[in-house]
């Protein structure tokens, strides 16, 4: 017991010293001033703080302005009020210990933003009493109309710069010379430099100074020869160096109609090789609508490595079977008659529908104008019987079958009553079930089974079922195309009505 007495005692005096060693803690009081920026000082009570060091130490701002930051310790402090909608100026806060006695005093100054903590600056009174700055402002307000802005924009600027030569120039043609005028008006018809010299008379500034407007490219103009820009459409190997040219080389090429493909020209283009001098020639085919080298020259052989045959066949495991040749040759005989066959069958169908095109064409318009009458009016009756009979799957059109069946059916009221024989059916006991329930039960069991196997309007719900809809037939003659049942339906209901008359 002594020993823990004693080690408690030594606990107490270790938490005693600490607490007396520990440095005080100071206050620091504010009070927000309303001005003329900030009238109400009770707006910043919910999203405003004092900030002591960036939030090291924080205080709420009450309704009436004032707050309280506490555990402040010695030294310098940067004040902040924290807002969201005003800006406030940031407090240098110093704080001492005055006379013997320990008690603290609070020196605070303001702050320039960018600027080192001086002393300088006057001293603030104590409790501090700050005021807002200036009102954040986030919206931009839109921008009126104004004649200045309007007129100051640069495409104004240049269509009024444009009006004013249209109205400008008319004038100063006017008190032109006439022959100075003519002569502007023939050198503005095209952009092109006419020598000093130079006369309408003349002609052409081309013909003037004899020269053709191709310039150099014809030069040999008078042999049926034009200078163009020609590129290789393949690679080729020259036949002077025997360097590659690759696909794409581009030559000044003499340009020369040599023949004709029916109506079609066949230019040929004659060319210097690049690395030797060497002449060569590359013409048009117009038959297979590609490129021949003529002369100078040949075409580069490329493998095809984009076909790939699906019919290849290892050669190495049947080189040495004929029989398996003589299959093949066989099949690939057939499949080409086949094909012959079936190309001669298109190309006849072809020309016998195609032979007069616009006799085809009015033959497919008359054959959608009859379709879409038709569809019209199917498709009236079908709606009319929808909205009369409040039905909401497609109705189909009639057809003669329907029309056969239904000319053998006598509609008409019937002598028996369901309304009776469904209250019969639906009040009977669950449990308790005789002989004659039992057979009227059989009965009802057998129409409503025919009934939701024949007739697709029947409900699948019990309440439904129990309800035995009143055809109403009185007579239906067997049809000598189809039967459709009707006649056992209205011989199931006699039965039905003669059962129930006999219980009676």
């Known amino acids: 017991m002594l020993v823990r007495f004693l080690l408690v005692a030594q ?17 620091l009081r504010g009070t927000i001033v309303a001005n003329d920026i900030l ?28 707050f309280v930051v506490e555990n402040l310790t010695l030294g310098d402090w940067l004040l902040e009020i924290d807002s969201a909608d005003y800006a406030f100026p940031k407090i240098h806060v110093h704080i001492a210990t005055k006379g013997d006695e320990g008690r603290a005093s609070v020196a605070a100054r303001y702050v320039q933003i960018g600027s080192e903590w001086s002393d300088d600056a006057p001293v ?11 009102k954040y402002d986030f919206y931009t307000p839109r921008q009126g109309f104004s004649i200045v802005a309007m007129f100051s924009n ?13 109205f400008i120039m008319p004038k100063l043609q006017a008190n032109m010379d006439p022959e100075a005028l003519k002569e502007l008006q023939n050198k503005s018809a095209v952009n092109k430099y006419y020598p000093p010299d130079w006369d309408p008379s003349y002609g052409s500034a081309n ?12 030069r040999k103009l008078n042999e049926g020869i034009l200078i163009v820009r020609f590129e290789l459409p393949f690679s080729i190997w020259c036949g002077g160096c025997n360097s590659m040219l690759a696909t794409g080389l581009r030559f000044n090429a003499e340009k020369k109609k040599v023949d004709s493909y029916y109506s079609t020209p066949i230019w040929s ?6 690395e030797c001098g060497h002449w060569f020639e590359i013409r048009t085919n117009p038959k297979e609508t590609t490129y021949d080298v ?15 045959d699906l019919s290849y066949v290892d050669e190495q495991d049947n080189q040495d079977s004929l029989l398996h040749e003589l299959e093949t040759a066989k099949e690939q005989k057939q499949k080409t008659v086949q094909q012959i066959q079936r190309l001669n069958s298109l190309q006849e169908a072809s020309e016998k529908q195609w032979k007069d095109p616009d006799q085809a064409n009015a033959n497919l318009r008359k054959i959608f104008r009859v379709g879409r009458k038709i569809r019209e009016e199917n498709q009236q009756q079908s709606d009319e019987i929808q909205s009369r009979t409040g039905i909401n799957i497609p109705i189909l059109p009639a057809s003669a079958e329907d029309s056969a069946n239904a000319a053998h059916v006598q509609f008409g009221k019937s002598g028996h009553s369901t309304k009776r024989i469904a209250k019969e059916v639906a009040g009977r006991p669950l ?23 024949n007739d697709p309007f029947t409900s699948q719900s019990t309440e439904h079922r129990l309800a035995i809809p009143d055809l109403g037939i009185k007579r239906c003659s067997q049809s000598t195309s189809s039967t459709n049942g009707l006649d056992e339906l209205a011989l199931t209901y006699a039965n039905m009505d003669s059962s129930s008359s006999d219980s009676n």
Do not use: W
């Not at 107490?12 to 100071?26: D, Q």
């Not at 013909?207 to 014809?218: E, F, I, W």
């Not at 283009?269 to 690049?274: D, P, V």
């Not at 079930?433 to 939701?452: E, F, H």
């Open 431 to 453: 449990f308790a079930k005789t002989a004659k329930l039992q057979k009227t039960d059989l009965k009802t069991k057998l129409a409503l089974r025919y009934l939701s196997n």
């Open 39 to 66: 009238s109400d000082v009770s707006e910043l009570a919910t999203r405003s703080y004092a900030v002591v060091n960036g939030g090291e130490h924080r205080g709420y701002i009450r309704k009436d302005g004032t």
């Open 269 to 274: 283009f004659r060319m210097k090789c690049c």
């Open 207 to 218: 013909s003037y100074v004899g020269q053709h407007p191709l310039r150099d490219r014809a």
């Open 11 to 27: 606990s107490v005096l270790i938490l005693a010293a600490a607490v007396f060693a520990s440095e005080k803690t100071y206050r």
């Open 154 to 166: 640069p495409y104004m600027l240049m269509v009024g710069a444009s009006l004013l030569l249209v």
């Open 124 to 134: 603030l009174e104590y409790p501090l009493k700050i005021e807002a700055g200036a």
């Open 294 to 308: 003529a002369d100078g020259a040949r075409k580069k052989a490329e493998p095809e490595a984009d076909i790939v």
